[in-house]
């Protein structure tokens, strides 16, 4: 299947820095989505990309849907102790009204006392 | 309140016995999908449904089955047949809105283990 290269793997922070973390992929996707999951919980939402080269943000998250469309980044600003967890991108091409989604491995976020 | 609710949030499974997850939604989303997680890595997809008595093989299908008899309703089977069970296993459910396609939004998930 289609695979989606999620970096950095992890991340070690103190509260206050801002982070950034990309995708890519071997092939093109015509949506972007970034989901936040804590330990043991399902993953949440946080930002959906529709269009390349689209720039969203919510609050203190930005992410941007690449020209090529093989790729995605996620920024947060002045992170904060609940940003703490694991953030994943996820790709999707729909098929027919089929939407399957590809996910990354992953960054995970740990911030620094 | 309105969602996705997976139960239960642990099962203990024994050496060749089926288990069953359940996932319901009253979103009134058409599409569900079943999803395992292994540590260290993303989402694997096991099997979806875009509408009620209908479904379809996802990645990694194999040991796995599903119904779809009712819309809110999509519970998963782990068989025996699967040789490693043990994961953390996601139900996920779409809509329609008017610009098209909605984002998947995901249940709490259910921790499967092995006695």
């Known amino acids: 299947g289609q695979q989606l290269n999620q970096s950095p793997q992890s991340m070690f922070i103190q509260e206050g820095e801002d982070v950034s973390m990309n995708c890519t992929s071997s092939?093109?996707?015509?949506?972007w989505l970034w989901y936040k999951q804590d330990p043991g919980e399902g993953p949440v939402l946080l930002i959906a990309?529709?269009?390349?080269?689209e720039l969203t943000s919510n609050g203190r998250l930005t992410a941007q849907f690449g020209i090529t469309r093989k790729d995605s980044f996620l920024n947060i600003s002045a992170s904060i102790p609940s940003d703490v967890g694991i953030y994943f991108c996820a790709g999707s091409i729909p098929n027919f009204g089929n939407e399957k989604l590809t996910f990354g491995t992953g960054t995970r976020l740990t911030i620094i006392p | 309140d309105g969602g996705i609710t997976q139960s239960p949030k642990y099962l203990f499974r024994k050496e060749g016995q089926n288990v069953t997850l359940s996932c319901e939604q009253n979103?009134?989303?058409?599409?569900m999908y079943w999803y395992r997680q292994d540590p260290g890595q993303g989402l694997r997809l096991i099997y979806y449904s875009q509408i009620v008595n209908d479904f379809q093989k996802g990645d990694i299908a194999e040991g796995y089955s599903v119904s779809r008899e009712k819309k809110e309703s999509f519970p998963l089977t782990v068989t025996s047949a699967q040789k490693n069970p043990t994961a953390f296993y996601l139900c996920?459910?779409?809509?329609?809105?008017?610009?098209?396609?909605?984002?998947?939004?995901f249940g709490d998930g259910t921790r499967l283990s092995i006695l």
């Open positions: 979103l009134n989303h058409d599409a």
């Open positions: 092939s093109i996707f015509n949506t």
């Open positions: 990309l529709y269009k390349a080269g």
């Open positions: 996920a459910s779409r809509g329609e809105g008017r610009g098209g396609n909605q984002p998947q939004h």
